[in-house]
């Protein structure tokens, strides 16, 4: 299967740079298990949806990310913390007219924060800061919000790209889990009121999210790794659901990970688990926890694009979005949604 298999064109325009006013106020495009469409909104959810069914949730939380700065020779540099690794250590990308050699000290914030270049791990590097790292981002970073928004993070972002629910302990994403942006209390609510239940993964999802596929045959692709938690008390959920008839819905692909790497863990049995994933999901893969899928429109020719073909096929995916671009639906990350049931 060739990369230019996922390819498809997109206007500019239809890029969502900036969230709407309401997170609910978005539209919603579902493609059913026969791939037909139908154009809806995302406060329809509650009534596309089943009392006794599953909404399993990533409740990750984005950390301000990126930083900016200069080394002692006044050359600019960019950091993007990927992973937190110890109180005052972290592994991150740098950009930088040329590459930082281990001992360089980085200074960043208006020289209110210092990082050494203490190595590498492959195209990371290793940087031991002058404090402890999350309380240094959160006074000094940036959200690192997608590139192509083309823009510097504000403080509409600081609200809008995180979701309502997530869990303040579990600070640790540099991207967010951006299916879940369109909940908002009301819909929350909404999808109580009609039986709709809900559970919690954990999923810190990397700036390998962001990254290209770079080989033509999908296969060769090497997948980031990331660290995710599925509970006990949501494998119970989830069992619970499934005795009863109802369908599990995963709102997003980081959920949607997170569950497929347990069960991938324990032999296609949903089990409590925790640890690194680097799992790809393409088409040809069986899904053996999801039964539906929540998430926004994909970058041409992405792992994510894939995974959502792997969901329902790759044609009906690729005819869905051509009705969307038609519909003038907004794309990507702060854009509209897909509710896609697994291909019968």
């Given at each position: 299967?060739?990369?230019?298999?996922?390819?498809y064109?997109?206007?500019?325009?239809?890029?969502?740079?900036?969230?709407l006013?309401?997170?609910?106020?978005?539209?919603?495009?579902?493609?059913?298990?026969?791939?037909h469409?139908?154009?809806?909104?995302?406060?329809?959810?509650?009534?596309?949806?089943?009392?006794g069914d599953?909404?399993?949730?990533?409740?990750?939380?984005?950390?301000?990310?990126?930083?900016?700065?200069r080394?002692?020779?006044?050359?600019a540099?960019?950091?993007?913390?990927?992973?937190?690794?110890g109180?005052d250590?972290?592994?991150?990308?740098?950009?930088a007219s040329?590459?930082?050699?281990?001992?360089?000290?980085?200074?960043?914030?208006?020289?209110?924060?210092?990082?050494?270049?203490?190595?590498?791990?492959?195209?990371l590097?290793?940087?031991?800061?002058?404090?402890?790292v999350?309380?240094?981002?959160?006074?000094?970073?940036?959200?690192?919000?997608?590139?192509?928004?083309?823009?510097a993070?504000?403080?509409?972002?600081d609200?809008?790209y995180?979701t309502v629910?997530?869990?303040?302990?579990?600070?640790?994403?540099?991207?967010?889990?951006?299916?879940?942006?369109?909940?908002?209390?009301?819909?929350?609510?909404?999808?109580?009121?009609?039986?709709?239940?809900?559970?919690?993964?954990?999923?810190?999802?990397?700036?390998g999210?962001?990254?290209?596929?770079?080989?033509?045959n999908?296969?060769?692709?090497?997948?980031?790794?990331?660290?995710?938690?599925?509970?006990?008390?949501?494998v119970?959920?989830?069992?619970?659901?499934?005795?009863?008839?109802?369908?599990?819905?995963?709102?997003?692909?980081?959920?949607?990970?997170?569950?497929?790497s347990?069960a991938?863990a324990?032999?296609g049995?949903?089990?409590?688990?925790?640890?690194?994933?680097?799992?790809?999901?393409?088409?040809?893969?069986?899904?053996?926890?999801?039964?539906?899928?929540?998430?926004?429109?994909?970058?041409?020719?992405?792992?994510?694009?894939?995974?959502?073909?792997?969901?329902?096929?790759?044609?009906?995916?690729?005819?869905?979005?051509?009705h969307a671009?038609?519909?003038?639906?907004?794309?990507?990350?702060y854009?509209?949604?897909?509710?896609?049931?697994?291909?019968?």
């Open positions: 299967m060739q990369l230019s298999d996922f390819s064109d997109l206007p500019d325009e239809l890029i969502a740079r900036y969230p006013a309401t997170r609910s106020a978005s539209r919603l495009l579902y493609l059913n298990a026969q791939g469409t139908q154009d809806c909104t995302i406060k329809q959810l509650p009534e596309l949806l089943q009392a599953l909404l399993v949730l990533n409740d990750t939380r984005v950390i301000k990310a990126r930083l900016h700065g080394r002692a020779s006044g050359g540099v960019e950091v993007l913390v990927e992973r937190i690794t109180i250590t972290a592994l991150a990308h740098i950009k040329n590459s930082p050699k281990a001992g360089t000290t980085l200074y960043l914030a208006n020289d209110q924060l210092e990082a050494q270049v203490a190595g590498r791990q492959n195209n590097y290793e940087l031991r800061f002058n404090q402890p999350l309380a240094a981002l959160e006074q000094f970073g940036a959200l690192p919000i997608p590139p192509y928004f083309n823009r993070a504000d403080e509409t972002d609200e809008r995180q629910f997530h869990n303040p302990d579990k600070a640790a994403s540099v991207a967010a889990p951006t299916a879940s942006l369109h909940f908002d209390d009301e819909l929350l609510a909404a999808l109580e009121q009609s039986g709709i239940n809900k559970a919690f993964v954990t999923l810190h999802v990397g700036a999210t962001f990254q290209p596929v770079r080989t033509d999908i296969v060769e692709h090497v997948m980031h790794s990331e660290w995710g938690e599925v509970p006990q008390a949501t119970e959920l989830i069992a619970k659901t499934k005795a009863n008839g109802g369908k599990i819905i995963a709102v997003g692909t980081t959920a949607t990970r997170a569950l497929e347990a991938k324990n032999h049995e949903l089990k409590a688990w925790s640890g690194e994933t680097d799992i790809f999901i393409y088409p040809g893969y069986s899904f053996k926890v999801i039964d539906r899928l929540l998430t926004n429109f994909h970058l041409p020719e992405s792992t994510l694009l894939m995974l959502v073909s792997a969901l329902a096929g790759r044609d009906p995916v690729l005819k869905a979005y051509e671009i038609r519909q003038q639906y907004r794309f990507f990350s854009g509209d949604a897909m509710l896609i049931d697994k291909k019968i």
